[in-house]
């Protein structure tokens, strides 16, 4: 073999050792889940996706959302380490995949459970860029389920439009906890600041937002909030936030009526709210809100 | 031995005998279910206990209501005959045990769901111990309050409360693939059945019956027992319990007494004096009706 030829076979194994690398690093594991205790029996699992709730009792385990599909086994391992007890329901906030893509991996053996509206969306694929194997809920309600299971009551309820046309608040009554979903959003770690998203197509409302919040207020007695994402926080926490949104809704429904376009829109929550240009609530709100808030 | 013990021998003997009889009579298995099918994939199972309805899919059997407890092993075997998948999920009408007393059975196995009052009635017992022929039943784990659907197969089953009636938990499933109700004993024989006890109302009853006729498009009506039925039953049923509440409230606001308002009943419809209707419904109705 000469020298040319070498240097080419050299050549070749440099692109090829390359190549590896670079498809190595994008089969990253998922970022690391954290789990933090809420509650004796109680603790939210953050990292890559929607907060999980997890809700033990002695008859087995009461999930709220189960993150993306490539998550499973990490949720599992995480709850692993606080019980041995096996999941047996899965409570899905909304349709989502950082909320609901683990469906997939959860169904055969946990009960899943949603809105009927939910179910509807993950079968019309209103979320354009979510996977497209996404599994719905068997099991639907309307207004409000429960589950019992070992003494423990874990309840769903739909209170109106909001982040979707289907989202499910969880209560723990006996915990005085509640899990918001994506009613409550703290995404400053994705760079989209404490603002809430609303989902248009997904039958979300920006006007009926802070009504839903304050029926939630009104109807369960809690001090914990366990969000969609973001910290762990309170009652207060959560009337703040409702407090923002009216606020937004004020400043872009005034500045709408100014007869704004679209992209000045865009601009304005962009300044205002730091929704970066290609960001979610960019995407998914700002063309709804000129419509809604007309 | 002399002919007064061989007398008394004898006696004890045919006493045991009989004895022995009455024992065997008492441990009688209970009455055979008998499978009728509505459509391919709709069986309705009748005999001791509730009418059940059995939803076959390509991904397991979905039930209305259990029967009594000791029918277990029937309603299986029933169930069998018609299909090989299993029973996946349960939906109860109601908490009373001739519709319930199976969920001990088929807990273990298949998910039970029921309206939260009725999983209530039941840890509650709010069915009078001389109704029950069996233990508690036991309740669902999980609960609704307005309205839940399970999705098997392609198939949506949908339970749904529209307000009190039979009691204040009634669950009116719909199979909306093949127009078909089941109605629970919101309607099971020709007088309406009212569990005051358990939250039911008679001024109530045709109310909700009206809001299922508006809801649901069907032509199959599955009553709680009986024989199957239909729309236009369902109907003219809801009329004559509107009738009956008419006339018994007349009579009630004349001032007569409970003792009257039984004999009216039992004159004008046939209220037997030691029949369901006279025992669950007639007090009650004396408060409601005034």
């Known amino acids: 073999m000469n020298r040319r030829h070498l240097v080419r076979l050299a050549a070749a194994g440099l692109f090829l050792f390359i190549a590896w690398i670079a498809w190595t690093q994008n089969q990253t594991a998922p970022a690391e889940l954290k789990v933090n205790k809420v509650r004796d029996n109680l603790y939210e699992i953050e990292g890559d996706g929607g907060n999980v709730a997890v809700r033990i009792t002695n008859e087995g385990v009461i999930l709220v959302d189960d993150k993306y599909e490539r998550d499973h086994d990490a949720i599992v391992a995480a709850i692993k380490s606080v019980t041995p007890q096996p999941v047996k329901y899965v409570f899905s906030t909304h349709y989502h995949e950082d909320h609901a893509g683990g469906n997939a991996k959860f169904l055969p053996t946990s009960e899943i459970i949603s809105t009927k509206n939910a179910r509807t969306s993950i079968l019309e694929h209103k979320q354009l860029d979510a996977s497209p194997n996404i599994l719905p809920a068997r099991v639907v309600f309307t207004e409000e389920t429960s589950v019992f299971l070992g003494g423990a009551e874990v309840r769903a309820h739909y209170f109106g439009r909001g982040h979707t046309d289907g989202d499910a608040v969880i209560y723990f009554p006996d915990l005085k906890t509640i899990h918001t979903g994506d009613l409550m959003a703290d995404t400053s770690d994705l760079r989209m600041g404490t603002s809430p998203t609303v989902d248009y197509r997904g039958g979300g409302s920006l006007l009926e937002y802070p009504k839903t919040i304050d029926k939630v207020l009104a109807a369960y007695d809690f001090d914990t909030v366990i969000p969609g994402h973001g910290p762990v926080t309170n009652r207060q926490g959560l009337a703040t936030y409702r407090d923002n949104v009216v606020k937004l809704i004020a400043r872009a429904q005034a500045f709408i009526r100014q007869g704004k376009s679209q992209a000045e829109l865009a601009r304005f929550m962009q300044t205002e709210y730091r929704w970066a240009p290609t960001s979610l609530p960019q995407q998914w709100s700002v063309p709804g809100m000129m419509t809604e808030l007309k | ?290």
Not at chain 2, 252 to 278: C, H, R
């Open chain 2, 1 to 290: 031995m002399n002919r007064r013990h061989l007398v008394h021998a004898g006696g004890a003997g045919l006493f045991l005998l009989v004895a022995c009889l009455a024992y065997t009579q008492n441990q009688t298995a209970p009455p055979e279910l008998k499978v009728i099918k509505l459509h391919e994939n709709l069986y309705e199972i009748e005999g001791d206990g509730s009418n059940v309805a059995v939803r076959v899919t390509n991904e397991g059997v979905i039930l209305v209501d259990a029967k009594h407890e000791r029918d277990h092993d029937a309603l299986v075997a029933a169930v069998k005959s018609v299909t090989p998948q299993p029973i996946k999920y349960i939906f109860s009408t109601h908490y009373h045990e001739d519709h319930s007393g199976g969920n001990s059975k088929f807990a273990p196995t298949a998910e039970i769901i029921s309206t939260l009052n009725t999983r209530i009635s039941i840890l509650e017992h709010k069915r009078p111990n001389d109704r029950q022929t069996g233990p508690n039943g036991v309740p669902a784990q999980l609960v609704f309050t307005d309205e839940m659907s399970v999705f098997l197969g392609g198939v949506e089953v949908r339970a749904r409360f529209f307000g009190r009636g039979h009691t204040n938990g009634d669950a009116v499933i719909y199979f909306p693939d093949l127009k078909t109700v089941c109605l629970g004993d919101m309607m099971a024989g020709a007088s309406p059945g009212v569990d005051y006890n358990g939250g039911g109302s008679l001024l109530e009853l045709p109310k909700t019956l009206g809001k299922v006729l508006d809801a649901y498009d069907f032509d199959t009506v599955i009553t709680g027992h009986g024989p199957l039925t239909n729309r236009a039953s369902l109907v003219t049923y809801r009329e004559n319990i509107v009738t009956l509440t008419t006339r018994a409230q007349a009579f009630v606001q004349q001032g007569k007494s409970q003792d009257e308002l039984a004999k009216f009943m039992e004159t004008e419809y046939k209220w037997a004096p030691n029949s369901i209707q006279q025992i669950q419904n007639v007090p009650g109705m004396m408060t409601e009706l005034k």
